[in-house]
């Protein structure tokens, strides 16, 4: 493992442990998706465990926030069950100074969208290289598309000026598939200036299920950060 990646590993350790210092017992947990999610769900276990946390209940994001609550005896439940979420904790791709997101990178931004936005307390954790000036400068926008409507919302997705590909797996012959059994199309849009308007317009493609865009939904932003070789978390 590099150096880099060592120092990534510590502000998505730190980070997570923030977030989840900020849940309090009784309350209903929003359980996000993605490497530095995982770091908080652990920690959430951890207080549990330790008895500091009680009587919490988890909504997962993906297949993987669930091996995770089960890995670290989070009890669980639906949103069939429950009718609010009172923190939700996820990471992300992309964060602009507004604390806009760009999700997805994972392919769970669908299930992430709804969980997030239904929180009264939506938390983001994410490490210093993921802090953008404008979103859409280093990471594809991804768009969750049932499978019969690939290539239709792809041409539609370049008429609005975007380079669209394809999500395929990383040693898997085909495609990516999401946990609803879906595909995901990635976009490069050279400028995204109103990310609030192209949201919205990408969804209308008929044929998307969900686009990567979280604007508006973030009240907080954890951000692991490496000052003078220690690992810190700034909020904002
Ligand atoms: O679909 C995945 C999610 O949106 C993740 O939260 C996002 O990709 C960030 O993941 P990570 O913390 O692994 O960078």
């Known amino acids: 493992m590099s150096v880099t990646s060592d120092l990534t590993v510590i502000m998505k350790q730190e980070v997570g442990k ?12 929003g359980l996000g998706t993605g490497s530095t999610t995982a770091y908080a769900i652990e920690y959430i276990g951890e207080r549990l465990r330790s008895g500091d946390l009680k009587n919490i209940v988890g909504i ?20 069939d069950v429950v009718d609010h979420i009172d923190i939700a904790i996820d990471g992300a791709d992309e964060v602009d100074p507004q604390k806009n997101l760009i999700k997805g ?12 936005s239904l929180a009264a307390q939506f938390i ?8 953008v000036d404008k979103l859409g400068s280093t990471f594809l926008l991804p768009v969750e598309v049932i499978p019969k409507a690939v290539m239709p919302v792809m041409r539609r997705l370049e008429q609005l000026g975007g380079k669209p590909e394809l999500r395929m797996g990383i040693r898997k012959a085909g495609p990516v598939v999401t946990d609803q059994g879906n595909l995901v199309i990635d976009v490069k849009f050279d400028s995204i200036d109103d990310p609030a308007t192209l949201e919205m317009t990408i969804n209308n493609i008929p044929g998307v299920l969900e686009n990567g865009l ?3 939904v973030a009240d907080l932003i954890l951000v692991g950060e490496i000052i003078d070789g220690k690992a810190v978390v700034r909020e904002f």
């Open 18 to 29: 923030a977030a989840a210092a900020k849940v309090k017992s009784d309350s209903v947990v």
């Open 214 to 216: 979280f604007v508006g």
């Open 124 to 131: 983001v954790v994410v490490d210093s290289n993921k802090l």
């Open 105 to 116: 990178g994972g392919a769970a931004h669908t299930q992430e969208k709804l969980v997030d």
């Open 60 to 79: 997962t994001t993906s297949f993987q926030g669930e091996v995770l609550a089960r890995k670290y005896n989070i009890p669980l439940t639906t949103l």
